[in-house]
């Protein structure tokens, strides 16, 4: 697993002699993202500046400045039009490619028969620890050296800590151990949980494509699971063995050993696991064994002759299985067709032991899902704690599966993602984007004497190992909700609570007692009083800032903002959605944008809408996208018409976009009025002025002003000329709010 590979490298080393393993050098290269970043940085520009030219370049694999700057007219504009970026450009294109630093391959071991440097140059550390080759993966072996490569399965670490989540809880609770290698491998539930296709986490299991074939094949033992893993792969798809083995297992083909016009009784217990279906390796070597005699060793080469096809090979090896046959008694025609058949399936056939030990860690995977689904989870997200991309899938998979999430919480969370009495996973710290190992073992440490009471106390107790920015970060992703009123108020106090908690330490370290400082004993509410309650941050805000620090939005989604105004004007949420040839309106966030180049030279974008019912990919042409380029900006809320059909190659819908809207926007084209109530006898020309200021940032095109004019006696709508139209933008709206009450403010729809 990931935390004991370098055991057994040094276990090897032990064993071999650390005179002859070492581990394999590789090296940094100067890509062209990070050649401008580092140009600038030493340049002494501003950081924004590389940023902001590092960002212009397209994220591709093996992308060059010269093709970035081909690809990407923005970047080219930008270069012509900034001399200090002009700058950068013409170092960074010198330094490109060159070796910025070296590393050590994380699984790469090579192993002399004498002394290693009789062999190749090596590079350690000053202290002789970290020894490395100095020849790269590919010159080792030039250099005649044996490479081996040490897999660090991430599944099996997730499976380590699930069992200690696990043994956590059933301790506390007087429950036994738990010992996943002793578990049923024929479990009923754990086969439905995979027949539903329930795999997300699921370790092997978990694509689109494998998910589909398992709903087709629907395993219901172990030796399906096995089958499973070797089957997924181009050969078997490609050749018809997917559907033949799918067909034999639920009776809609016989089941034949290995073929209805040629088979022997001798080969039903080989090829009996697999439906008669020849599949593993092992199973021609098993097949050469029973029928032609062949030794263990001569059944591997026959095994490797067939992999390779060399004719040659392939015609010394048929005489041999041909003589072996005839003399155990089996029929030639028969040896030579199973011979055959060998030999096409031998060419996809995968190594059994190898998918028979992948299965086991896929089987354990899927057990732990369907027995305790929350510290599985827990363990999950904390191997995948730095991947927000992945985050994001299990996030939305615990969701699926009602599990209860809980932010991040300076009183509760540790480094990674646990699992609370209640049942519900806590949000790692180690997660928050900003917050390193250090502070967080300082809150720990700090919480040991009793929970914090206000974000004072915490910072009076954790000390100087916090500063501002991981303040800020603990505070936007929610750590401090427990003990604060909101967060707007915890993040006025940052500057304060810092200060107070210097001034305590500087007075202890004086060996004095600040009697002015803040006291333990004061409640949450009175800790506050000072800066005064703010109000709470607008629901975009608070969002975004779960976003900027945990990757992703948790306590809600930008469209829910948007939810009752959507269903005015677009009619089905994404998951509801039938293909037409009519446009439709579909409203969502942008969660993913990737851009690629027609064949005229034109950016293509692909967008993904994310509406929190399911997602769906959007398809925008170059003259489209040039037109509403401002508008597709990821994390963006979106109005997009277009015409939805069938994704034939990936399955599912996909949009053809005609117009692309930003929610203001949106609005301008939906919205007749915005209708503002004003419940007076009289109105004063205070209150005109407070209105006009509000409006005037957002007056010009957009939709009418209407003030709805209430008294005892009467009401009535006063409609504003054509100057007082304005754009309906999310702050205007936020601030009318604020100023007039929620319930004052209303978007009439046509």
Not at 301 to 309: D, E, S, V, Y
Not at 569 to 582: G, M, N
Request: proline letters at 4%.
């Amino acid at each position: 697993c990931m935390e004991n590979r370098d055991k057994v490298i040094d276990y090897v080393a032990q064993t071999y002699g650390r005179d002859a393993v070492s581990q394999i050098i590789t090296f940094g290269a100067m890509a062209a993202k990070a050649v401008v970043r580092d140009v600038a940085r030493v340049q002494g520009r501003p950081y924004s500046l590389g940023d902001k030219l590092s960002k212009l370049i397209p994220f591709e694999i093996g992308i060059t400045l010269k093709k970035a700057i081909e690809d990407e007219p923005a970047l080219k504009e930008f270069i012509a039009a900034d001399e200090e970026a002009a700058e950068i450009m013409e170092m960074a294109f010198s330094l490109e490619g060159v070796v910025r630093n070296f590393g050590k391959h994380a699984g790469g071991v090579v192993i002399a028969p004498t002394k290693l440097t009789d062999f190749a140059p090596l590079y350690c550390e000053e202290d002789g620890t970290g020894l490395v080759t100095q020849y790269d993966k590919n010159d080792v072996e030039e250099a005649g050296l044996v490479k081996f490569d040490f897999l660090g399965l991430k599944t099996l670490t997730v499976v380590d800590w699930a069992v200690k989540n696990i043994n956590q809880i059933n301790a506390l609770d007087g429950q036994p151990d738990l010992d996943i290698s002793l578990i049923d491998l024929e479990e009923k539930t754990t086969y439905d949980l995979l027949q539903r296709a329930e795999t997300t986490a699921v370790f092997q299991l978990e694509s689109r494509g494998m998910k589909e074939l398992i709903k087709k094949l629907l395993p219901s033992r172990f030796e399906d699971i096995i089958a499973l893993v070797a089957l997924y792969r181009p050969g078997p798809l490609g050749s018809g063995m997917v559907d033949d083995f799918i067909n034999r297992k639920h009776g809609r083909a016989e089941v034949a050993f290995p073929h209805a016009d040629y088979q022997h009784t001798d080969l039903i217990p080989v090829l009996e696991p697999t439906y008669g279906i020849i599949l593993y390796q092992e199973q021609v070597m098993q097949i050469a064994q029973v029928l032609a005699r062949f030794s263990l060793g001569g059944a591997d080469l026959l095994r490797r002759a067939m992999g390779k096809k060399k004719p040659e090979v392939m015609a010394e090896q048929r005489l041999i299985f041909m003589e072996g046959a005839s003399k155990h008694g089996v029929d030639k025609d028969l040896a030579g067709n199973i011979f055959d058949l060998m030999e096409k399936f031998a060419g996809y056939g995968f190594n059994k032991s190898h998918s028979a030990a992948y299965a086991l860690v896929s089987y354990q995977t899927a057990w732990l899902k369907n027995h305790y689904p929350a510290p599985f989870m827990a363990a999950v997200l904390s191997a995948d704690m730095q991947n927000t991309d992945k985050i994001v899938i299990f996030i939305e998979e615990c969701r699926a599966m009602k599990l209860t999430l809980e932010l991040p919480n300076v009183n509760e969370s540790v480094y990674k993602f646990t699992v609370n009495p209640q049942n519900a996973i806590v949000y790692g710290l180690g997660a928050i984007k900003g917050v390193g190992e250090g502070p967080i073992e300082a809150i720990v440490n700090a919480r040991k004497d009793g929970p914090f009471k206000h974000i004072f106390d915490f910072c009076e107790r954790v000390g100087r190992k916090v500063n501002k920015r991981v303040l800020e970060a603990l505070v936007r992703s929610g750590a401090f909700d427990r003990i604060g009123p909101n967060r707007a108020t915890l993040f006025a106090s940052i500057s304060d609570a810092l200060k107070r908690a210097d001034q305590n330490a500087k007075s202890q370290d004086a060996g004095m007692m600040d009697l002015f400082g803040i006291t333990l004993e004061e409640t949450t509410e009175s800790a506050y009083e000072e800066i005064g309650l703010q109000h709470e941050w607008p629901n975009r805000q608070r969002l975004d800032g779960e976003k900027d620090t945990l990757g992703l939005y948790v306590t809600g989604h930008p469209i829910d903002d948007y939810e009752r105004e959507i269903r005015r004007f677009a009619r089905f949420r994404i998951v509801d959605l039938q293909p037409k040839r009519e446009a439709q309106i579909i409203a969502g966030l942008i969660v993913d944008l990737r851009l690629t180049k027609s064949k005229k030279g034109g950016n293509i974008a692909f967008v993904t809408l994310d509406d929190r019912s399911a997602r769906i990919e959007v398809t925008v042409f170059p003259d489209m996208y040039e037109e509403y380029r401002q508008v597709i900006v990821k994390d963006q809320v979106v109005v997009v018409e277009g015409e939805i059909s069938i994704d034939e190659f990936r399955g599912g819908q996909k949009v053809i976009a005609r117009k692309v809207l930003d929610f203001p926007q949106a609005r301008v084209r939906y919205v007749e009025a915005l209708r503002i109530k004003w419940q007076s006898d009289t109105v004063s020309e205070r209150d005109v002025a407070i209105l006009a200021k509000h409006m005037q940032p957002y007056r010009g095109e957009g939709c009418d002003l209407v003030v709805t004019f209430t008294t005892e006696r009467a009401e009535g709508d006063i409609r504003l000329g054509p100057s007082w139209k304005i754009m309906p933008d999310d702050q205007l709206i936020h601030e009318l709010e604020k100023q007039y009450g929620k319930q004052n403010v209303q978007l009439v729809y046509n």
